[in-house]
């Protein structure tokens, strides 16, 4: 289905699998529009997408056009809504605000993904905008973040926006870059990971994203790999439930493994996504609560 560019002249608005996001345990299966926007508090020297990170080349979306989009996509079996990325959305939170609505009003839902410029007074002043988050983390020291050209607070405001986000009902899925394979990156994961079993859920899922440009940000193998899989069993050591390598395309890790019974609940190597061992969010093997919100029709 072909859109035009709306307002933005920063290229199509697309549909896209929620999976591509990366949310794995919100409405698996299920497709979204991806609506972009441009500027990032930070400067990380291997952004992915700087022309839209630095772009100041952008008019406001129009709501009665994302209203045409909900109502043109919104009969189609496993359309969830909007994910608004970038680029970081809470530059242009009012216009955020305004075309989600209409996005509501149209029974769909809203996903954030944000670089850590929004925070949980965005959520506090805007109430029942966001149904869903993705926070991405560039590191979990200040130091890191200063390296990055961070204003001073962002790692501690994404924090706090998680937590406020969790108490508040909103799904929450986090993502740290794993940029290098050091002993400090090991040493950051660990207080993060500490901080999801302690501060958070155990359940809340993270996904390790490998820094890796000359592959275009899509990793299947190469010498940084066992670094990567080592984190993932250093999670399962500490009982964090869910670690994915969501960025190494085809990896078993990228599967949802039951915490209890190990079984592989949701297979990612197949499409369509299909879920025969989850019954109401639910391990069927064993009844392990997976932490999953599911659409009605794949209940």
Known sequence: MRFDRFSSPLGQPYVSEIEEVPLYHYLLGDSVLVLQVPGCPLRCPYCDRPLLARSQDWSPYDPDRIAEAMEQLGSEPGFAGVVWGG???????????ECSRKVHEAG????????????????????????????????????????????????????????RAIDAGIHVELMLDIARDTPAQEVEFSAMLAWIAQD????????????????????????????????????????????????????????????NCYSVVVDRTTRPLELPFVTDGKCGHCGTDLGLTLDQETR
Request: glycine fraction near 8%; charged fraction near 20%.
């Open 200 to 259: 958070l859920r155990r359940g809340v899922p993270l996904h390790l994203r490998a820094i890796a440009p000359e592959h275009g940000f899509t990793i299947r193998h190469g010498p940084d790999m066992p670094f990567l899989e080592n984190l993932v069993e250093s999670a399962r050591r500490q009982h964090v439930s869910f670690v994915y390598l969501s960025n190494c395309h085809g990896h078993f890790f990228n599967n949802t493994m039951c915490p």
């Open 87 to 97: 680029g970081e959305p809470s530059l242009h939170w009012d216009n955020v605000v």
């Open 108 to 163: 769909k839902k809203v996903v954030v993904a944000t670089n850590g410029g929004l925070t949980a007074d965005f959520l506090r002043d805007s109430p029942g905008t966001v149904d869903a988050l993705l926070v991405r983390f560039k590191g979990f020291t200040e130091e890191t973040y200063r390296t990055l050209g961070s204003p001073p607070g962002v790692l501690e405001n994404s924090r706090a926006l998680v937590e």
